[in-house]
């Protein structure tokens, strides 16, 4: 299907964000923390990180990733049209491509009950990512340094925490406060990010998969344009 996800049914998904957030503590929620208290499996996949670093650099070696604005257009207007992602697992939904692209990314996405999304997001040199906030209140994101240039790090804010990439190192975000990052060094800055459903407890826990579930819809939009078929 086409349109844009982050824009579908805004009331609805406005009352469920609402929801979510009153029971993750409001404004005094995390902005930035270490992943492995809400997502102690990170360290599975960081146990392969010289096997996911080599998928990753292979696959950007040899295709020229897709940029947001041919995925998600809308959304893209807003964030920035030149980001590049490539989406290996999406709303539940493996990218039969990424078995070969990046099998240690999808097999970790597909074996982790908590994991949404898994994809792989390239900031290339002079790209910004606008001042924007995430569109769903149930997921959190976890991000995992591939490569990030040494001179002039980009610097990611959320809110008013801040945060440096380094090469092997992670970070958990809630992306429902505004965040923004500039790439304004000579390099490729390179990251794995993956999406969990928010801890909330077994009420609205239930509510959240319901909710995703829903979501699933759009997978096949953001894989194909990841593929280059749209």
């Keep these: 299907m086409k349109g844009s996800l982050s824009v579908d049914q805004p009331g609805v998904r406005n009352a469920i964000n609402s929801y ?5 503590g409001g404004e005094k929620r995390f902005r930035i923390m270490s992943p492995y208290k809400l997502f102690p499996e990170a360290r599975q996949l960081e146990s392969q990180f010289d ?4 998928e990753v ?18 959304r893209a207007a807003e964030v920035s049209d ?23 990314i999808l097999s970790f996405a597909e074996r982790t009950p908590k994991v ?36 002039n ?12 990439w380094r090469e092997g190192e992670s970070v958990l975000i809630d992306d429902t406060f505004e965040h923004e990052v500039s790439n304004e060094s000579e ?4 990251v794995v990010i993956i999406d969990i459903r928010r801890p909330m407890g077994i009420l ?19 894989i194909n344009g990841t593929n280059g078929d749209i």
């Design 51 to 54: 096997q996911v670093k080599s």
């Design 20 to 24: 979510f957030l009153r029971t993750s």
């Design 82 to 104: 030149n980001w590049r992602l490539y989406y290996a697992y999406m709303l539940g939904v493996a990218n039969p491509k990424a078995r070969e692209d990046c099998p240690t």
């Design 153 to 164: 790090p980009p610097r990611l804010r959320v809110d008013t925490e801040h945060y440096t």
């Design 57 to 74: 650099l292979a696959l950007v070696g040899r295709r020229d990733l897709p940029q947001y604005r041919d995925i998600d257009p809308v």
């Design 116 to 151: 949404v999304n898994a994809m792989i997001s390239v900031l290339e040199p002079g790209v910004k990512l606008n001042a924007h906030n995430g569109p769903y209140a149930g997921i959190l994101r976890y991000h995992l340094a591939i490569m990030v240039p040494r001179r």
């Design 187 to 190: 390099e490729d800055r390179i």
């Design 204 to 222: 609205r826990d239930r509510v959240n998969l319901a909710s995703l579930r829903l979501k699933r819809k759009w997978s096949g939009q953001f």
